[in-house]
């Protein structure tokens, strides 16, 4: 990702690039994470655990 936005070893950011490596970094930071949530998030909802499945489930850990 740091390739991407023009930030190698020897970077040095002049004024003019400052914002675009600020926009990199917030993406890193946010955006990436941020996409990832909701990708686990809407995973999460479409497991189907309610309802008898749930009281069955339970049931066995009783048993358990």
């Known amino acids: 990702m740091f390739g991407n936005i023009g930030w190698d070893k020897q970077y040095i950011p ?33 497991y189907d655990l309610h309802g008898e499945k749930l009281e069955r489930i339970r049931e066995e850990l009783k048993k358990i």
């Open 14 to 46: 002049l004024p003019a690039d400052l914002n675009i490596v600020i926009l990199g970094l917030k993406a890193i930071m946010v955006i990436f994470p941020s996409i990832a949530l909701v990708i686990g998030l809407l995973a999460m909802r479409s």
